[in-house]
Nanobody, 124 residues
C-alpha cells in the first residue's frame, strides 16, 4: 500500500491550493481516505475524510466552508481543495487510508496507512 501526497507549497493568505493523494496497492473503492495536518510545534489533527464507496465526508470545524474533499476512483486519487487559506493552515498535510468507514474520522488510530506528507505554508 502506498499513499503519495503532492500539491503543497507556499501561498499568500486568501489563496488556494489543491492537494492530491495518489493511492496504490489496495482496492480503492473499499477504503476511506482522510487528510490530517501537523502545524509547527503542534500535534497532528484530522482535517477531512471521504468514503470512496458512498462519498460521505467529514470536515473539521476549522476548515468547513473553505476546504473540499473529493475523489476520483478511476485515478485512485483523493483531492483536498483548499480555498481562503489562512496562516493558521500552515502545516505538513498527510493523507491516510482506512479499510473501513471511520467512526471517528478525526482520530489517527482509525487509519491503517499513511503518506509521507506535503508542506503547506500560508504567508500573511
Amino acid at each position: 500500500v502506498q499513499l503519495v501526497e503532492s500539491g503543497g507549497g507556499l501561498v499568500q493568505a486568501g489563496g488556494s491550493l489543491r492537494l492530491s493523494c495518489a493511492a496504490s496497492g489496495f482496492t480503492f473503492d473499499d477504503y476511506a481516505i482522510g487528510w490530517f495536518r501537523q502545524p509547527p510545534g503542534k500535534e497532528r489533527e484530522g482535517v477531512s475524510c471521504i468514503s470512496s464507496s458512498d462519498s460521505s465526508t467529514y470536515y473539521a470545524d476549522s476548515v468547513k466552508g473553505r476546504f473540499t474533499i473529493s475523489t476520483d476512483n478511476a485515478k485512485n486519487t483523493v483531492y483536498l481543495q483548499m480555498n481562503s487559506l489562512k496562516p493558521e493552515d500552515t502545516a505538513v498535510y498527510y493523507c491516510a487510508a482506512s479499510g473501513v468507514l471511520p467512526i471517528r474520522p478525526w482520530e489517527e488510530y482509525e487509519y491503517d496507512y499513511w503518506g509521507q506528507g506535503t508542506q503547506v505554508t500560508v504567508s500573511s
